[in-house]
């Protein structure tokens, strides 16, 4: 979610106890409690628990992860709220963010919450290796025991099946020292690696697992109904992530005044043999699409009171909420305000939300989405371009305020040649099933994420 407002003062949280109440800005999205509490003040709670699968544990509908906290306070905040899951990894912040949540569980009754951590595996590593760092990782959470294990960002079917993984697994669990596992996925990077709905899947149907984490939102929900249908089916716990569709987002383009952003644009666009003129007009031609999507939604967003993009990105989770197999949608918090501003969601009545404009919404920006996780266009590209991982990072620069992370990922996809798609004839365009204009958007984020590469 995108970080708007200021951040309160670790002070000032202490000061009032966690008990700063949610703006009004939104309010036309907040909804009657669930059934399960029927009490109007309360909304500043978490309103409605859900069992994670098999593993029985009550996780509150909506959860926490923890890619963009900087501060242990967040933790303490949200779980005063009524969060009590926590989704970590050992590459979030460098292991910092295991280290925060760590600190903060000191201050949380350790049963009433489920801690989940996750580890990218290789094919080539034993159990003596993921034991030694699942053990850093225990050591960051200052805690007895981690509830979920997962194998992270799984591109292939093949890794399920890492004996090191699950040999360690039931060391831990014999030691007391774990209690389940499962597995995450973005989807393929490359081609040949499956895709997210294949590898979870699977996962779902292994027997070894107890719970997937998977991409959802409104725009990118037909391969997670039928990863939820196989969870559903074998009774394993879910967890939605990239609950908000990101757009890329293109500023308006005034010629006396282009932005340096808009310059370097031009500017390759003429490397690629285009007049100063015709590269002007593309940009003007994609900034005034976009501005036409607005405006098509825009008498569906004034219904639900949708006047600003936090507010879709509320009305989305929402939306992602309305599924009942889906337990808890994680969102990544950054500061108290987004958590005052996404907890009354928790519970609420989905039938306010008109289905009809999110169909709307995206059948109108369906050429400006990159459905994360898929891979339908790399092999129409003479690189084999990673492209939605590349707009996923964009995603973190834009959306999340995740800029040196996003840049740094970035810059390990360039050794795959990115800027080739200056020069390119773009067949990719002919792979998207969506229309997406990729060679478009990879010179944008090109210049967003590499700052003065050429």
């Known amino acids: 979610m995108e970080n708007s407002g200021k951040s309160i003062s670790r ?32 909304t500043d709670k978490i309103q409605q628990y859900r069992k994670l699968g098999r593993t029985g544990f009550e996780v509150s509908d909506i959860s926490m992860g923890g890619t963009r906290n900087r501060e242990t306070s967040i933790f303490r905040y949200a779980y005063d709220k009524g969060v009590n ?35 990218p595996i290789g094919y080539e590593e034993t159990k003596t290796e993921i034991l030694d760092r699942f053990a850093k990782c225990q050591e960051r959470l200052q805690t007895e025991y981690v509830d979920a294990l997962f194998m992270h960002s799984v591109k292939e079917v093949a890794l399920l099946n890492h004996t090191g993984f699950h040999e360690a697994v039931k060391e831990l669990r014999s030691q007391g020292k774990l209690r389940y596992c499962g597995v995450s996925s973005h989807g393929p990077r490359n081609d040949d690696q499956d895709s997210m709905e294949k590898v979870l899947i699977a996962a779902a149907e292994d027997g070894r697992f107890d719970a997937l984490l998977l991409i959802y939102n409104f725009m990118n929900d037909q391969a997670g109904q039928n990863i939820l249908k196989a969870c559903k089916k074998n009774d394993l716990g879910t967890t939605a992530m990239k609950t908000s569709p990101g757009i890329l987002k293109a500023d308006l383009v005034d010629p006396e005044n282009l932005t340096g952003e808009q310059q370097q644009l031009i500017e390759r666009y003429q490397k690629r043999g285009m007049s100063y003129e015709e590269a002007l007009e593309r940009l003007k031609q994609r900034a005034n699409e976009l501005k036409e999507i607005t405006q098509k939604t825009l008498p569906f967003a004034e219904k639900l009171n949708i006047s600003s993009e936090e507010q879709l990105k509320l009305a989305s989770i929402q939306w992602v909420l309305q599924n009942p197999d889906i337990h808890t ?30 169909n709307r919404f995206g ?87 590499s700052l003065n590469r050429t």
Not at 26 to 40: C, G, N, V
Not at 96 to 119: C, H, N, P, W, Y
Not at 337 to 348: A, F, K, L, M, N
Request: hydrophobic share 35%; with cysteine; glycine share 6%.
């Open 11 to 42: 002070r000032r949280f202490f000061k009032t106890g966690g008990a700063v109440l949610a703006g009004g800005a939104w309010s036309a999205l907040h909804s009657q409690p669930s059934k399960s509490d029927k009490s109007e003040e309360k």
């Open 85 to 119: 899951y926590f989704d970590t990894a050992e590459g979030y912040i460098n292991g910092q963010s295991e280290k925060l949540l760590g600190d903060a569980l000191k201050f949380m009754d350790r049963k009433k919450v489920f801690i989940t951590t996750k580890l």
């Open 329 to 358: 949608a994680c969102i990544s918090f950054s500061d108290f305000s987004q958590v005052d501003r996404t907890i009354p969601i928790s519970g609420s009545d989905m039938s306010r939300l008109d289905p009809g404009f999110f």
């Open 363 to 449: 059948s109108s920006a369906n050429s400006y989405y990159c459905r994360q996780a898929c891979k339908e266009c790399i092999s129409g590209c003479p690189q084999r371009v990673p492209v939605s991982t590349i707009m996923r990072y964009a995603y973190y620069f834009q959306n999340q305020q995740r800029e040196k992370e996003a840049m740094e990922k970035y810059a390990n996809i360039l050794r795959q040649n990115v800027p080739a798609c200056y020069n390119c004839d773009a067949p990719c365009l002919e792979k998207c099933p969506y229309g997406l204009d990729i060679q478009a958007q990879m010179l944008q984020v090109h210049s967003m994420l």
